[in-house]
């Protein structure tokens, strides 16, 4: 069973840090392109960055300068390091491969002081 599994997610005041991870099974990834969306309540979703599978990144301009993304092929996950947070950043996190075809559940991050 294919499956994408995120963690790392939780709640956190404005100006610090969360490294999610998404951890997948079921199916060897290291050839697909993977990458994290997120979606806030009421709004659609929306991508925040990707990662080829030799590891180039790309990313949101409102993730530029603030999140890195990562992967580790031999451990079968993905990372997405995120700094500086805000409130604008909270939403849930989806991990999923690029086109979209295998979701991971999300996990839930809340910036609020």
């Known amino acids: 069973q294919v499956q994408l599994v995120e963690s790392g997610g939780g709640l956190v005041q404005p100006g610090e840090s969360l490294k999610l991870s998404c951890a997948t099974t079921?199916?060897?990834?290291?050839?697909?392109?993977l990458g994290w969306s997120r979606q806030a309540p009421g709004k659609q979703r929306t991508l925040v960055a990707f990662?080829?599978?030799?590891?180039?990144?790309n990313y949101a301009d409102f993730a530029k300068g603030r999140f890195t993304i990562s992967r580790d092929n031999a451990k079968n996950t993905l990372y997405l390091q995120m700094n500086a947070l805000g409130p604008n950043d909270t939403a849930v996190y989806f991990c999923?491969?690029?086109?979209?075809?295998?979701w991971g559940q999300g996990t839930q991050v809340t910036v609020s002081s």
């Open positions: 079921g199916r060897d990834f290291s050839a697909d392109t």
């Open positions: 999923h491969t690029i086109p979209g075809k295998y």
């Open positions: 990662i080829s599978p030799t590891s180039f990144p």
